[in-house]
Structure formats: C-alpha cells, structure tokens
C-alpha cells in the first residue's frame, strides 16, 4: 500500500468510528462549539461598562453633586446608590451590590482652595478587570473637577497671574487597541485556550482507545496509518480555530493586524505540536484514563501559565520552565505579535520555532513509545 | 448507609486514575497553579523612550520614569516609528515620547507635553507601567513646578487629590484575585471527574444502570461531600494561609457553614451527572474541558455587570458561580452570611434540586426510558 492510501485508510477509519459514537464526535462538533459560544457571548460587551459605584456624601454640597453627576456620565460606572455612611457602604461592597465607593468627606470644598482637598477612592480589589476600569474613570473624572474648581473658584480669590496651567500635561494611548477593549485581548486568548485542552483530550481517546480496546491488533498502525488518524481532529479544529478568528476579526471587527495566514500557520503548528504531548502520555502510559488525567493537569492551567494576561516573567523559574514547554504560551505570544500589534512577518514567525522543537521533542519519542505499545499485547486494556 | 460510604473509599484506593483525581490534584494544583502567580504584582515592565528634547529636563524624567518599580528602560530610540517597531515587536509594553520643546515650556512657565503610548497587547502589563511612569511625572511636576515659581509666582496646586485605597485583596495582588475564586473550581472539577469515573467504570463492570437503595444513595452523598469538605478545609485552611492570600476574613463558623453549602450543591450534581456516565473515560474527556468557562461564568474576574443577563442566567446553574461568590465574599472580603443571602439560596435550590433528580436516578432501578437505546448503542461503539 502506498503512504497516500495508508493515511486515507487512518483517515476513514477514524470517520467510521466517529459516525458510530456520537460522544465522541461531540469532543470536535457540539462541544467546542457550545463553550466557544459561551465565552464569546458572555464577553461581547468588550468594554467594562456601568459597574455600580456608591457615593457617600459626608459634605452635601455641590462637589458631591458634581461628582455625582459626573459619575452617571462616565461610561465606565453607573451611580448605584447614595450610602449613609461608610458602613453602609462597605456592606453593599461586601454584598456586591457595588464595585467601587466614592468618599466625599466634610469640609473638602474648603481644603480643596488650600490645595489639601482629598477624595477617596475605594475599590474592591478582588475583581481585578472592574477595578481598573473605575480606577482610570474616576481618575478623569476628579481631573476634570479639579480643571473646573482652578477655573470657576481659585481664579477668584487668588491674585491675578497665579492661575497657571500645571507644568507637565502627559497624554497617554493604548497602541493597536485604542478602546482598551478586553474582549479583543481575553477572546482572542480564551478560544485558543478552550480549543487546544479539547483537541488534546480528543487526540489523547482516541489513540488511548485503540490500546484500552485492543483494537491496535486489528489496526497494525504505522506512522502513515497514524497521521491519517489524527488528520479528522486537526482538520475539526482547524475549522474551530477559523471560526473563532472570523468570529472575532470579522463579526466584531477586531482586525488582523497582521495576517489570517500566519495565524493559522501558527494554529496548525499548535495543534501538531499537542499531538506530539498527546502520543507521549498515551505512549508512556498505555492507559487512556491516566493519559486523560495527565492532559488535564498538562493543558488544563495553560491560560494561567501563558503570561498574556498575568506576567509569568517574575514568577519562579519553575512556571517559567513550565510556560515554555506549553505550546499555548507560544501561540499566545503569536497572537500578541500577528493579530494585536502586527509585527513584520520575519518577527512574527518567531514563536514557530518553539512550537517546532515541542513537536519533535514529544513527538518522536511519543510516536516510537506507541508503535511499540501497539505490537505488545501486553500493553494492551490497561485501564 | 456506611457500607456505601465505606464502598466509596475502597474503590478510591483501588483505583489510581481515581485517587489521582480526588487526592492528587488538589494537592498538585494547590502548588502548580499560584506558582504562575507568584509575581503577584506587575514589575519592571520594559519600556522605550524616544527623547527629542534632550535637555537637562528631559533627561531628569527619564531618570525618574526608570526608577520606578513597575517599568525599567530598555532602550533610547531615535524616532517614533522605532519606538512603535518595538511595540509591534514586543519588545516593549510602553513607549515614552518627549517631543522638542519640552524643556523650553517648562522654563517659560508653559506646560510642557509629553505623550505616553502603552501596547494593546498586554493591557495589564502596560497599564501598570504607565501608571508607573504616571508617578514618577508628579514628582518631576513638583520641581518643575518649584523652578517655575522662582520666575513667576507659584502655580495653581491641583484642588483635589484621588487617594486610592483597595478594598479587600489590599496588596493588590493578581494570584490573591483568582487563585482564591479558582480553588473552588478545583474542588468542583476534582469531584465531578473522580466519582463520575468510578460510576462509570462500576456501570461498564455491571453492564446495566447501576441501582441502591436510599441507605446506600445516603452513604454515597456522605462520602462525595465528606472528599469535598476535606478539600474545601484543605484550600481555606492551608493553602492560602501557605501562599499568604487574603483569607479567613468571617468567623470559622461562617465560613465552615458557607463552605458545607457550595459542597452539599456541589456534590448533587456530581451524584447527578455521574449517574449518567456509562464508560470509564467519558466523563474526563467531556468534563475537563468546562474548567475554564465556569471559571469565567462565575463571574470573579470578567464582572456581572458586564454579562449578558441569559449568560448570568445559566451560570446560576452551576454551584461554583454562587459558591465562588460566597465563599470569596467570606473568605477574602469578610463578609458575613446574612451578606449573601441570594447566594445562599442559589446554592440550596440547586442542592435540593440536583439532589432530588439524583436520588431519583440512583434509587429508581430502570433510569429514564430513553435510557436502554443510548446504553446499547454505546456499549456497542465502545467494544
């Protein structure tokens, strides 16, 4: 047989078994689909908007009306509630019932002539994407009442020429992503995420199968036989990973900065490197459950590892070692590079590389450990 | 009842795959997973500046914006178009831009411009550079503002100052925000897949839905919430002491109570979903998966404000969304119970309701008419 019609026969092979079990089909239709759409639907709304503040008021004068007013007009926040007093307000944040408190205290109109005046800003820190948000609104916002206390107020009672600009003005921009959109940022990295865990625990059953069920005896795979068994879960995904890539670039318009075909590029070569991880754990272990596990523990932490989100870069050397041996940190930093900044093509390409080595450092010893295994009945049923 | 309970453990020991996941994953997580975070907080992020000045003040702000702890300077570059290669590169996450002039503003008692350009890449890695640098421009303001005084008079001191407080995770950490909400993640996903792979391989070894009587559907729930409230302890009690995160906020009965809840939903739907799990392996192919999006429904870092009100609605389904709420709220926030009262009665509906339906498919002997079908089409695919 030639090596096209070994690897076709891998191929319908596999299809047969699909079309006959419909949960494991569901591994590369229905599933990816729902916990993609989940996702994306729960982050469509991409920037924070109207997180609930409360305002407590200790001075009741126009500052707080203002600032009130202010609030309701920044896009970020939404006034919840006028507290009482502080407790009443902390119980509120400790409910949830708001993100952020805004303390006004007595007198600050006064102290803000002598230049003391001071407004307080509490935020609840353990939501860390909410409290950046009111953190850079209420900056702007305490910026533009402080413009219109110099102008209104202390031109007045100051002598004339006083009133002088502040000495330095910084301007500041996001570049490549101008509204400080997350979902660009989290869905872009979160698809990727879902996808490469799945991938990696369809290709793990379905090689892991073949020696739980001893069916390696009537298959007598062989490298051609056993590329044209994973061929169905790469081409699935592939087509998961377009979607995504058209879902977001396209139908929300975060646009390839770069290009689509370096980031599939960088797809494909994700994919094949996890079927390199998947064969050595099926090889090492011969034991579908155990393989399963592994893939948990290997690919289930990668989003936290990748250091897109979280700088991985003063973590322990550990995490260190562990994020480069993931194949996902380096399609992440692709990501950064092709979709978000759009880097030259001969700087982008660089996380290919890696995911190069990953692939034959895995793959070879994995490939040779379950050619192995599949002429040692011993190694067979192994739960 | 305790021959059940004492059942479960038996099959726990006997089996790795299963001690593995009910044993050793909270204790590999609970070092894996904060090691990623062990940074905690965002530091010398690299940055570029581009200084068309060169004056003596200009090269004071450099000074300055490179002692900061957030960012460290990498490189002086000649142009714009440079500092934005190395942005597109990423090997920058912040670019600081002095235009000619600056110097002479400031001695001429003008504002003198600058303009700050973080990478969209890394929204939290360049914002904590900028606000950084943002830092080190008040300082340089303050002199600025104290040679200009010696010319004309003292500028308008800013009104109002914004003090800052966190409230709840106070140092701000990143691992403090999510490892605590993803411990119980762990607890759930380590249940659902440890006794869902034991009902399953009991099912394949009976062949036939698996039957007990209400004692021993007792003894089941016992044992399943006894593994998780060990876990619970284990994770509230120990661990984030050891990896010193926020913790123990509300008194012990509070949260001991609290946590009995999250367990008791937690474990009806285990007992639930495991009831319907027919071979061995099924339940960590589908269930690894879910980690991530029900760590994303919960709501922890991606805020309720910001979802879609259907997606908040299906994520009440799951008892990690209440239960993360609830059990952050008292562990880290220190709230009390009377604080998360809808919480609480999310968690008891769902306890009450999954309970029911497994009681009922665990003590009814046929299980649910549709049931024969699928078990013989799956029995025949997995042979």
Not at chain 1, 39 to 47: D, E, H, R, T
Not at chain 1, 154 to 178: C, D, E, H, Q, Y
Not at chain 2, 133 to 161: D, K, N, V, Y
Not at chain 2, 262 to 275: C, G, I, K, Q, Y
Request: aromatic letters at 10%.
């Amino acid at each position: 047989m030639s090596v096209f019609a070994r690897i076709s026969n891998g191929f319908a092979r596999e299809l047969r078994f699909l079309a006959r079990n419909p949960w494991d089909l569901a591994l590369l239709t229905w599933l990816p689909l729902a916990l993609c759409a989940i996702i994306a639907w729960q982050l469509s709304a991409g920037v924070i908007r109207d997180l609930p503040v409360a305002l407590v008021d200790q001075e009741r004068g126009a500052l707080a009306r203002d600032v009130a007013i202010r609030i309701e007009g920044a896009p970020g926040l939404r006034l919840a509630y006028h507290a009482q007093d502080m407790a009443e307000a902390e119980r509120m944040a400790r409910a949830g019932a708001v993100e952020a408190i805004v303390l006004i205290p007595r007198e600050v109109t006064a102290r803000a002539f002598e230049g003391r005046g001071q407004i307080t800003l509490y935020v609840n820190a353990a939501h860390s994407a909410a409290s950046s948000t009111i953190q850079r609104e209420l900056a702007g916002i305490i910026g533009a009442a402080n413009g219109r206390v110099a102008i209104e107020q202390m031109a007045a009672v100051l002598p004339p020429g006083t009133v002088r600009a502040a000495p330095l003005a910084a301007s500041s921009a996001i570049a490549f992503n101008a509204p400080a959109s997350q979902e660009q940022q989290l869905v872009s990295l979160l698809h990727p995420a879902l996808l490469h865990l799945l991938f990696m625990l369809a290709v793990v059953s379905a090689f892991g199968r073949e020696l739980r069920d001893a069916s390696v005896a009537e298959w007598r795979p062989d490298l051609a036989a056993m590329a044209g068994k994973a061929a169905p879960y790469v081409l699935a995904f592939m087509v998961w990973g377009a979607l995504a890539t058209g879902y977001l670039a396209g139908l929300r318009g975060w646009t390839l900065a770069g290009g689509p075909a370096l980031l599939m590029t960088g797809y494909l070569a994700m994919f094949v490197a996890y079927t390199g991880v998947a064969l050595l754990l099926v090889g090492a272990t011969r034991c579908m459950s155990q393989s399963l596990s592994l893939t948990g523990l290997y690919a289930g932490a990668s989003f936290a590892f990748a250091g897109a989100i979280f700088p991985v870069d003063q973590a322990s050397s550990f995490a260190k070692v562990w994020a480069e041996i993931l194949p996902f940190t380096h399609f992440a930093r692709l990501i950064a590079l092709d979709w978000v900044s759009g880097a030259e093509a001969s700087v982008a390409v660089a996380p290919l590389l890696p995911l190069a080595i990953i692939m034959l450092v895995t793959g070879v010893p994995g490939a040779w450990l379950f050619l192995r295994a599949s002429r040692r009945p011993q190694d067979w049923g192994r739960r | 009842m305790w021959a059940a309970f004492r059942a479960v453990f038996a099959a726990i020991f006997a089996d790795r795959a299963a001690a593995l996941l009910l044993l050793g994953a909270p204790l590999l997580y609970a070092v894996l997973y904060p090691s990623a975070y062990a940074g905690e907080i965002v530091e010398d992020v690299p940055v570029v500046v581009v200084d068309m000045d060169r004056t003596a003040a200009s090269r004071d702000l450099i000074i300055r914006a490179g002692a900061t702890q957030q960012s460290r300077i990498v490189a002086s570059l000649a142009s714009p178009a440079e500092a934005e290669r190395w942005l597109a590169s990423d090997r920058a996450s912040a670019a600081i831009l002095i235009p000619e002039g600056y110097g002479r503003a400031i001695a001429q008692g003008r504002s003198g411009q600058i303009v700050l350009t973080g990478s969209g890449a890394h929204l939290l890695r360049s914002s904590s550079a900028l606000g950084g640098i943002g830092a080190a421009l008040g300082s340089t303001a303050r002199e600025a503002a104290f040679e200009q005084a010696r010319a004309a008079g003292p500028a308008a001191p800013p009104a109002m100052q914004l003090v800052t407080r966190p409230l709840f995770n106070t140092r701000e950490g990143y691992g403090a925000a999510v490892f605590p909400g993803v411990a119980f993640v762990i607890v759930h996903q380590s249940l659902l897949l440890g006794l869902a792979l034991l009902a399953g391989t009991a099912r394949e070894r009976l062949g036939a839905p698996l039957s007990v009587t209400p004692a021993q559907f007792a003894g089941l729930g016992l044992a399943a919430a006894m593994i998780a409230m060990v876990q619970v302890c284990w994770f509230a009690g120990f661990v984030f002491w050891w990896q010193d995160y926020p913790r123990g906020a509300a008194p012990l009965w509070q949260v001991l109570a609290g946590g009995m809840l999250f367990v008791a939903a937690t474990a009806a739907l285990v007992l639930l979903l495991a009831s319907l799990f027919r071979t061995r392996e099924r339940p960590l192919q589908l269930g690894l998966g879910i980690s991530l999006p029900l760590f994303f429904l919960s709501g922890l870092t991606w805020p309720a404000a910001a979802t879609p009100a259907p997606v908040l609605w299906l994520a009440r389904l799951f008892p990690t969304t209440p239960g993360l709420e609830l059990m952050v709220g008292l562990n880290q926030m220190g709230g009390s119970l009377a604080d998360y009262a809808a919480a609480l009665f999310n968690l008891a509906v769902l306890a009450a309701v999954f309970g029911a339906l497994a009681f009922w498919r665990w003590t009814s002997p046929r299980g649910l008419p549709a049931l024969p079908v699928r078990a013989a089409r799956d029995l025949s695919g997995s042979a």
